[in-house]
C-alpha cells in the first residue's frame, strides 16, 4: 500500500511539473523526489498591525522622524521579466514584488514620507531606468524588493531572508550608512515573517559582492543615493510558497521594512557640510572646516575624512561639532574629499563625497 501511494504521489507530481512548465515555470527539470504536501501555511500577524487603532498608533510614533522624507521603491523584474516562477508555478516573482511593494508604499505614505517607484503595474523598466529614476527623484533612500531562489533545481527547503547593501568596507564605493539601512530592514522583515537571516552572514545582511564580486548589484551600483535590495524569502520554498500567495502576509513584509525604515530614521542620520565656499579656492594648500550635525550627539571616534580617496588626518572639536582638515601640496584640478561620520546610536551619515576645484 505505502509502495502505490508513493508512486501515486510521483506521477501526481510529473503531470503537475508538465503543466506548470507550460507556462514557463523554472528550476523543475530536476526534481525527482515526490513533493512533499505541507500543511496549512502559518503566520502571525503583528500586534502593532492587527487592528487600524494600532496601526496608525505605530504609523504616529514614527511620524515625527519620517515626515517629508523620500523614498523611491522598485518593485524588482515585471513585464517582459516574469520567468521567476516558484515549483508549482503558483508565485511570479514580479508579482509579489509589486505586492509587497505597494503595500509599503501605503504605510510610508500614512506616515508622511513621499514616495516614488520604478513601476506601479506589471511592465518591463530596464536595470538602467530604475537607477536612473531613482537619481532623478530627489529621494533620500532607494530600497529594491525581491524574492530570493534555490539556484539547485529540487531545492524546496531553503528559506531565509536578506538584505543587501553595495560593495564591502575595504572598498572606496562602500558607504555605512547603506549598512546600517540594511540592518534595520532586514531585523524587522525577518521578525514579523518568522524567517532566519540565512548563514551567510551574522545578521542577515549581505554584501552584493558577495554575489558578484568587485561589481554587485547593478541597481545597487548605479543608484547614487543610498540604496539596498531586500530579498524577503524564497519563493521556492514549498511553505513560503504558500504564504507568498495570501495578500495579508504581503502586508505583514510591507509592515517589517516599514518598521526598520521607521526605526532607522528614529535613532537619526548626522548630516556633513563644508563651511567654506568651494567656488574660491586657490593655492597649493587646502584648510578646509566642515560641520557635523546631528541631536544624538556625534560619536568623535567615528569620523573619518578621505582625500581622493585616500584617508587624512584630521581634528575634530566635539564642543563645536566640526572637523578641521589642512592638506598641503595639492595640485591644481579637481579632488573629492569624502567625509563618514556616526551619531551617538551607531547611524552614519549619508555619503557625503563633495566635488573641489583648486585654482
Same mark, same amino acid.
Given at each position: 500500500?505505502?509502495?502505490?501511494?508513493?508512486?501515486?504521489?510521483?506521477?501526481?507530481?510529473?503531470?503537475?511539473?508538465?503543466?506548470?512548465?507550460?507556462?514557463?515555470?523554472?528550476?523543475?527539470?530536476?526534481?525527482?523526489?515526490?513533493?512533499?504536501?505541507?500543511?496549512?501555511?502559518?503566520?502571525?500577524?503583528?500586534?502593532?498591525?492587527?487592528?487600524?487603532?494600532?496601526?496608525?498608533?505605530?504609523?504616529?510614533?514614527?511620524?515625527?522622524?519620517?515626515?517629508?522624507?523620500?523614498?523611491?521603491?522598485?518593485?524588482?523584474?515585471?513585464?517582459?521579466?516574469?520567468?521567476?516562477?516558484?515549483?508549482?508555478?503558483?508565485?511570479?516573482?514580479?508579482?509579489?514584488?509589486?505586492?509587497?511593494?505597494?503595500?509599503?508604499?501605503?504605510?510610508?505614505?500614512?506616515?508622511?514620507?513621499?514616495?516614488?517607484?520604478?513601476?506601479?503595474?506589471?511592465?518591463?523598466?530596464?536595470?538602467?531606468?530604475?537607477?536612473?529614476?531613482?537619481?532623478?527623484?530627489?529621494?533620500?533612500?532607494? /530600497?529594491?524588493?525581491?524574492?530570493?531562489?534555490?539556484?539547485?533545481?529540487?531545492?524546496?527547503?531553503?528559506?531565509?531572508?536578506?538584505?543587501?547593501?553595495?560593495?564591502?568596507?575595504?572598498?572606496?564605493?562602500?558607504?555605512?550608512?547603506?549598512? $546600517?539601512?540594511?540592518?534595520? /530592514?532586514?531585523?524587522?522583515?525577518?521578525?514579523?515573517?518568522?524567517?532566519?537571516?540565512?548563514? /551567510?552572514?551574522?545578521?542577515?545582511?549581505?554584501?552584493?559582492?558577495?554575489?558578484?564580486?568587485?561589481?554587485?548589484?547593478?541597481?545597487?551600483?548605479?543608484?547614487?543615493?543610498?540604496?539596498?535590495?531586500?530579498?524577503?524569502?524564497?519563493?521556492?520554498?514549498?511553505?513560503?510558497?504558500?504564504?507568498?500567495? /495570501?495578500?495579508?502576509?504581503?502586508?505583514?513584509?510591507?509592515?517589517?521594512?516599514?518598521?526598520?525604515?521607521?526605526?532607522?530614521?528614529?535613532?537619526?542620520?548626522?548630516?556633513?557640510?563644508?563651511?567654506?565656499?568651494?567656488?574660491?579656492?586657490?593655492?597649493?594648500?587646502?584648510?578646509?572646516?566642515?560641520?557635523?550635525?546631528?541631536?544624538?550627539?556625534?560619536?568623535?571616534?567615528?569620523?573619518?575624512?578621505?582625500? $581622493?580617496?585616500?584617508?587624512?588626518?584630521?581634528?575634530?572639536?566635539?564642543?563645536?561639532?566640526?572637523?578641521?582638515? $589642512?592638506?598641503?601640496?595639492?595640485?591644481?584640478?579637481?579632488?573629492?574629499?569624502?567625509?563618514?561620520?556616526?551619531?551617538?546610536?551607531?547611524?552614519?551619515?549619508?555619503?557625503?563625497?563633495?566635488?573641489?576645484?583648486?585654482?
Amino acid at each position: 500500500m505505502k509502495k502505490l501511494l508513493l508512486l501515486s504521489n510521483d506521477v501526481l507530481l510529473v503531470f503537475m511539473l508538465i503543466s506548470c512548465s507550460g507556462a514557463g515555470t523554472t528550476r523543475t527539470t530536476n526534481i525527482t523526489a515526490p513533493y512533499p504536501p505541507v500543511s496549512e501555511p502559518y503566520y502571525e500577524i503583528p500586534r502593532d498591525l492587527k487592528d487600524d487603532y494600532s496601526r496608525i498608533e505605530t504609523i504616529e510614533r514614527y511620524r515625527k522622524y519620517l515626515d517629508g522624507i523620500k523614498i523611491f521603491i522598485d518593485p524588482g523584474h515585471g513585464g517582459s521579466d516574469r520567468k521567476n516562477k516558484s515549483i508549482m508555478g503558483n508565485i511570479v516573482e514580479a508579482d509579489v514584488n509589486l505586492k509587497v511593494a505597494l503595500y509599503l508604499k501605503e504605510f510610508l505614505e500614512e506616515a508622511g514620507i513621499i514616495v516614488s517607484m520604478s513601476r506601479t503595474e506589471d511592465e518591463t523598466v530596464e536595470l538602467d531606468a530604475r537607477s536612473t529614476m531613482a537619481n532623478n527623484s530627489s529621494a533620500d533612500i532607494f /530600497i529594491s524588493i525581491h524574492h530570493n531562489a534555490s539556484s539547485t533545481g529540487g531545492d524546496f527547503w531553503t528559506n531565509y531572508t536578506s538584505t543587501f547593501y553595495h560593495a564591502r568596507e575595504e572598498n572606496d564605493e562602500y558607504e555605512p550608512c547603506e549598512r $546600517d539601512i540594511a540592518r534595520y /530592514i532586514q531585523r524587522d522583515l525577518s521578525y514579523v515573517m518568522g524567517n532566519p537571516g540565512g548563514l /551567510i552572514s551574522f545578521d542577515g545582511t549581505v554584501s552584493d559582492y558577495s554575489i558578484f564580486p568587485g561589481d554587485g548589484f547593478s541597481v545597487l551600483r548605479k543608484t547614487e543615493i543610498p540604496a539596498v535590495l531586500v530579498e524577503c524569502a524564497f519563493y521556492t520554498n514549498r511553505r513560503e510558497e504558500q504564504r507568498l500567495a /495570501i495578500d495579508e502576509f504581503n502586508r505583514i513584509q510591507a509592515w517589517g521594512i516599514f518598521r526598520g525604515i521607521g526605526k532607522y530614521f528614529s535613532a537619526g542620520v548626522p548630516s556633513v557640510e563644508l563651511l567654506q565656499d568651494e567656488s574660491k579656492l586657490s593655492g597649493s594648500e587646502l584648510n578646509l572646516v566642515l560641520h557635523l550635525n546631528d541631536n544624538n550627539g556625534i560619536n568623535p571616534k567615528s569620523v573619518v575624512v578621505y582625500f $581622493d580617496a585616500k584617508e587624512i588626518e584630521h581634528q575634530f572639536d566635539l564642543e563645536s561639532n566640526k572637523i578641521f582638515v $589642512d592638506i598641503y601640496n595639492v595640485v591644481k584640478g579637481e579632488h573629492i574629499i569624502h567625509v563618514v561620520c556616526a551619531n551617538t546610536n551607531g547611524n552614519h551619515s549619508f555619503p557625503y563625497r563633495k566635488k573641489l576645484l583648486l585654482q
